[in-house]
């Protein structure tokens, strides 16, 4: 079936570890993103890509960084984890930039401990 | 500094009543605002949006008003089912053509039969 999947869905590491979360879409959308969701934060941007080989920052880039050399791919790498990374982390996609809905997975909850 | 703001983190509706969740925000650049829809252990789905240039939206049950003089936004839902109860979050994005989405920290909505 066409749609967006993450994984792992459920992920447990230490501080210091590198660690991967992947995200595939098999709509070829042109844009994704990669969200954490916080409590009292609600869902914010960490990077987004609006092609292959262009990804950008969003507001909350720092200790991330992610890659997009095909594009249904959006992997996104925390290169020494931290406590402060604990969340649940959302990769979504849209067809195009400007008004298109995007598209969420459904969640990587990553704890780091 | 939260650019979109739920302050009812929760609210409960009796099925067959009305629902209002309500949404400020603060940056006038915004020009799109959306709804989305969380269920536990899944990604947000998406609702219905506006763009600023209207004041109402109707999709079936659900309904987004905008005032944009006072920077807020509502969504209507009649009658209210308990299958709509999931977390809603509000996003806005501004015209940078990048389709960034700043989120609401969402409102938990019970549906009670």
């Known amino acids: 079936d066409a749609g967006i999947t993450q994984s792992p869905r459920y992920k447990i590491t230490e501080t210091g570890r590198q660690v991967t979360l992947m995200c595939h879409q098999t709509?070829?959308?042109?844009?994704m993103f990669w969200y954490r969701q916080d409590l009292g934060h609600g869902l914010r941007l960490i990077y987004y890509?609006?092609?292959?080989?262009?990804?950008d920052k969003g507001e909350v880039p720092d200790g991330y960084v992610v890659s997009r050399s095909k594009t249904e791919n959006f992997p996104l790498t925390l290169e020494s984890a931290t406590r402060s990374q604990t969340s649940v982390y959302f990769c979504a996609s849209s067809e195009s930039g400007g008004v298109q809905p995007q598209h969420f997975g459904d969640g990587t909850r990553l704890s780091i401990l | 500094d939260q650019q979109v703001k739920q302050n009812s983190p929760s609210l409960s509706v009796q099925e067959g009543r009305i629902s209002i969740l309500n949404c400020d925000y603060t940056?006038?650049?915004?020009?799109?605002f959306l709804w989305y829809k969380k269920y536990p252990a899944e990604g947000p789905t998406f609702l219905i949006s506006?763009?600023?240039?209207?004041d109402k939206n109707e999709d079936g049950r659900f309904t987004v008003f905008l005032n944009k003089s006072a920077k807020h936004l509502s969504l209507h839902i009649v009658p209210s089912q308990p299958g709509d109860s999931a977390v809603y979050f509000c996003?806005?994005?501004?015209?940078?053509?990048?389709?960034?989405?700043?989120f609401g920290t969402g409102t938990r909505l019970t549906v009670i039969p």
């Open positions: 506006i763009s600023s240039i209207k």
């Open positions: 996003a806005a994005s501004a015209p940078t053509g990048a389709n960034n989405l700043f």
């Open positions: 940056n006038s650049m915004f020009d799109y």
């Open positions: 890509s609006a092609a292959a080989d262009i990804t």
């Open positions: 709509w070829s959308h042109s844009y």
